[in-house]
C-alpha cells in the first residue's frame, strides 16, 4: 500500500522542511510476522491467518525504542525524504527522538489500515484490545530476537497500547513515555466517538462508506484541536454557496476528512475507534517506569484524567504542557516534548 504522507494539519499541505540524512551505520529491516493458527484475541474472538507488517531502523546494535502513534498511525514513522513517515517533525536522526542513537521499532496496528491484519470493505472484524495489540508487540520481540526494549514511546491510542504492555510484560521494557493516554477513557471523549461511528455506519449502509468517513473524520477533527486555536483561525465571515453559508472552520474540518477518507478504510476507522473506547488497563499493577505527557487544551484525554493515572501508578512522573493543538500536540509541539524525550531515552547514549 501507498503510506500516507506527512502533512501540516494547519494548512493541510505537505510541508518541505528538510530531513537530516539516515547516518551510514543505521540498517532498516522490514517483514511481515505470520502468527501460526488462531489468534486468541482480549475480547474472546478468535483471528484465524493473522499477520502483522513491521519495521525496525537505526544504527545497528543501538537500543530499542518501539514508537506508536494514534489510530492512523502506521510502521514507517519517518523517512529520508520531505513527506515520509507520520511523525517526522519528531521522530528521525537528529530530532527530538534521535534515530542516530537508537533503533526504532514500529508496527502496523491489528484492525487499522496498514498490512496488518484488518477489517477491508466493511466492519465485520472481531474487536480489538489494546491488550491485543501489545501482544503482538511481544512477538515481534520473540521474532526479532529482542530480550527487551529501551522504552516504549506512545501517543494517543499508542500511549493506550504502552500502558497495556507495561501492565502484561514488564520484564520485556525498562520504562515507557505517555503523551495524551491515560488508563481508560473519558466518557465525554467516547461520546464523541460513537456519534462518528454512529454516522459512519449509516452511510456505509446507504453504500456511502467513503462519504461517511468524511464526515466522522471532520466530526474528530473538531476534537483533536482546542477552542482557543479554533477561534483564532476561524473567525471569519461565510461565504454564501447555493443559498447555503459555508464557514472557515467547516471548509477545513471537511477537506481533512476528505484527505483522511482518500488514505484510509472504514472498517479500520470503526475497529481502531470502538478499540480506543473499549480500552481499560489496570494502573496499579504497572510497576514500569512511567514517563507521562498531559495537555492542558487536550479535550480527549483532560489533564484530570492524566493526573489520576499517574497517582495510581508505582513509579511515575507527570509533565504538563500546553498547546492550541489540544490532542495533536504529539504531532506538533517539538520544542516542549525534546526536553522530556532526552530524560527518557538520554540513557540509551
Request: aromatic share 8%.
Amino acid at each position: 500500500m501507498a503510506y500516507p504522507t506527512r502533512f501540516d494539519p494547519d494548512s493541510g499541505k505537505t510541508p518541505a522542511a528538510p530531513v537530516a540524512a539516515v547516518p551510514s551505520g543505521s540498517a532498516v529491516r522490514e517483514g511481515i510476522l505470520e502468527v501460526p493458527g488462531e489468534l486468541a484475541l482480549h475480547h474472546g474472538a478468535m483471528l484465524d491467518g493473522a499477520h502483522v507488517a513491521w519495521r525496525l531502523e537505526g544504527p545497528a546494535g543501538a537500543p530499542v525504542v518501539a514508537t506508536l502513534g494514534g489510530i492512523s498511525a502506521h510502521r514507517r514513522v519517518y523517512g529520508t525524504e520531505p513527506g515520509e513517515g507520520w511523525w517526522s517533525e519528531i521522530v528521525g536522526p537528529g530530532r527530538t527522538l534521535d534515530a542516530n542513537r537508537v533503533r526504532i521499532l514500529s508496527f502496523d496496528y491489528l484492525g487499522g489500515s496498514g498490512e496488518t491484519t484488518g477489517p477491508r470493505d466493511d466492519d465485520a472484524f472481531p474487536r480489538i484490545s489494546t491488550y491485543d495489540q501489545a501482544g503482538l508487540l511481544l512477538r515481534l520481540l520473540n521474532h526479532l530476537g529482542l530480550t527487551s526494549l529501551h522504552a516504549i514511546v506512545g501517543a494517543s491510542y499508542g500511549g493506550m497500547v504502552a500502558l497495556a504492555f507495561a501492565e502484561q510484560y514488564p520484564e520485556r521494557v525498562a520504562q515507557i513515555l505517555v503523551v495524551s493516554a491515560a488508563d481508560r477513557t473519558h466518557p465525554m471523549s467516547t461520546a464523541w466517538r460513537s456519534v462518528e461511528r454512529r454516522v459512519l455506519r449509516f452511510a456505509a449502509g446507504c453504500g456511502k462508506a467513503a462519504e461517511g468517513l468524511e464526515i466522522a473524520r471532520a466530526l474528530a477533527m473538531a476534537t483533536y484541536r482546542s477552542p482557543e486555536e479554533f477561534a483564532a483561525r476561524f473567525s471569519g465571515a461565510p461565504r454564501i454557496e447555493r443559498d447555503a453559508a459555508v464557514f472557515p472552520v467547516e471548509e477545513y474540518l471537511f477537506a481533512r476528512g476528505a484527505d483522511y477518507a482518500t488514505r484510509h478504510r472504514p472498517g479500520a476507522f470503526l475497529c481502531l475507534s470502538e478499540s480506543i473506547d473499549l480500552h481499560q488497563v489496570d494502573a496499579g499493577r504497572i510497576f514500569v517506569p512511567v514517563t507521562a505527557v498531559a495537555v492542558r487544551e487536550d479535550q480527549l484525554v483532560p489533564v484530570t484524567d492524566m493526573r489520576r493515572l499517574v497517582a495510581r501508578l508505582a513509579h511515575a512522573r507527570l509533565h504538563e504542557i500546553s498547546s492550541v493543538y489540544g490532542h495533536d500536540a504529539f504531532l506538533k509541539e517539538a520544542a516542549q516534548l525534546q526536553p522530556i524525550f532526552a530524560a527518557v531515552i538520554g540513557s540509551a547514549a
